[in-house]
């Protein structure tokens, strides 16, 4: 099997660069995946995509060398399964709240002895070189969202959980969860409990000797957040990078047109 250039960065001790894709085509994630990533997400929960959109987009990052990684839509075996199937190398888990829900987790993801996924890797096999089945649950990575008040108070349990890879911080539902609807959620927090509880989490999975990823929206913040200790930082969404670039190139012929008022009523109209 192809080692996995994640595990390899982070047994090194450098931090991972990993990209966000939300739009369901193939043509978009082979562009990302020829940008410098070490890894890119195919993101099921909140993007617009399914599963054999998502297997097209794996198949489209191949050829960059670019480790796959997918964001199940929930802690569903289905499809935590089926894209290890489909070639991802690993996944992240949303609302992981709890020990017994990582160690569900980790068993979706590992073949006995050390789990219960079910064998079948149908493109795995292919896209992974030979040897998958001895190898994947060495190469496979299992990354558990921590992004609640429940996750927060469990999070000594569910960092120690056997197998379990690495956690990962949703930062706008962790607003939600710690802050219940007294803070908006969002990216880069500068607000101390934010940061505090972020730095939490942080903390936790180092002292039980796992990853910490965050999902940051600016250049900026994953490079504080490297400086924190972060393994991994997620950057540019392909949705963000398409709505940003189009924005600022209409604006921009707008101003040198003067016509500036159809710069303000274009971003509200269609």
């Given at each position: 099997?192809?080692?996995?250039n994640l595990k390899k960065l982070?047994?090194?001790?450098?931090?991972?660069?990993?990209?966000?894709?939300?739009?369901?085509?193939?043509?978009?994630?082979?562009?990302?995946?020829?940008?410098?990533?070490?890894?890119?997400?195919?993101?099921?929960?909140?993007?617009?995509?399914?599963?054999?959109?998502?297997?097209?987009?794996?198949?489209?990052?191949?050829?960059?060398?670019?480790?796959?990684?997918?964001?199940?839509?929930?802690?569903?075996?289905?499809?935590?399964?089926?894209?290890?199937?489909?070639?991802?190398?690993?996944?992240i888990c949303p609302m992981v709240?709890?020990?017994?829900?990582?160690?569900?987790?980790?068993?979706?993801?590992?073949?006995?002895?050390?789990?219960?996924?079910?064998?079948?890797?149908?493109?795995?096999?292919?896209?992974?070189?030979?040897?998958?089945?001895?190898?994947?649950?060495?190469?496979?990575?299992?990354?558990?969202?921590?992004?609640?008040?429940?996750?927060?108070?469990?999070?000594?349990?569910?960092?120690?959980?056997?197998?379990?890879?690495?956690?990962?911080?949703?930062?706008?539902?962790?607003?939600?969860?710690?802050?219940?609807?007294?803070?908006?959620?969002?990216?880069?927090?500068?607000?101390?409990?934010?940061?505090?509880?972020?730095?939490?989490?942080?903390?936790?999975?180092?002292?039980?000797?796992?990853?910490?990823?965050?999902?940051c929206g600016s250049i900026e913040?994953?490079?504080?957040?490297?400086?924190?200790?972060?393994?991994?930082?997620?950057?540019?969404?392909?949705?963000?990078?398409?709505?940003?670039?189009?924005?600022?190139?209409?604006?921009?012929?707008?101003?040198?047109?003067?016509?500036?008022?159809?710069?303000?009523?274009?971003?509200?109209?269609?």
């Open positions: 099997m192809i080692p996995s982070w047994q090194q001790g450098r931090p991972a660069v990993n990209g966000w894709l939300s739009i369901p085509c193939g043509f978009s994630a082979e562009i990302m995946a020829e940008q410098g990533y070490d890894s890119l997400t195919v993101d099921i929960q909140h993007g617009l995509i399914g599963y054999s959109d998502a297997v097209a987009m794996l198949q489209s990052m191949r050829a960059s060398g670019v480790v796959p990684l997918v964001r199940a839509p929930w802690l569903d075996p289905g499809m935590i399964m089926k894209s290890l199937d489909a070639g991802a190398y690993g996944v709240n709890n020990r017994e829900q990582a160690e569900r987790f980790v068993s979706y993801c590992r073949y006995p002895p050390l789990g219960v996924r079910s064998f079948g890797p149908t493109r795995a096999n292919i896209s992974a070189g030979p040897g998958y089945a001895s190898s994947a649950n060495g190469e496979i990575a299992c990354l558990a969202m921590v992004e609640t008040a429940e996750a927060m108070e469990n999070l000594d349990e569910i960092v120690s959980t056997p197998g379990l890879d690495a956690v990962y911080i949703g930062p706008a539902d962790l607003t939600l969860g710690i802050a219940n609807g007294r803070l908006a959620p969002g990216f880069d927090s500068e607000n101390e409990e934010v940061v505090a509880a972020i730095k939490r989490v942080l903390d936790a999975a180092k002292g039980a000797g796992i990853r910490a990823g965050l999902h913040y994953a490079a504080k957040a490297i400086g924190w200790g972060f393994d991994l930082v997620t950057i540019l969404n392909d949705a963000r990078i398409l709505a940003a670039g189009a924005r600022q190139g209409v604006s921009q012929l707008r101003e040198l047109l003067g016509d500036k008022q159809a710069v303000a009523e274009g971003s509200s109209s269609y």
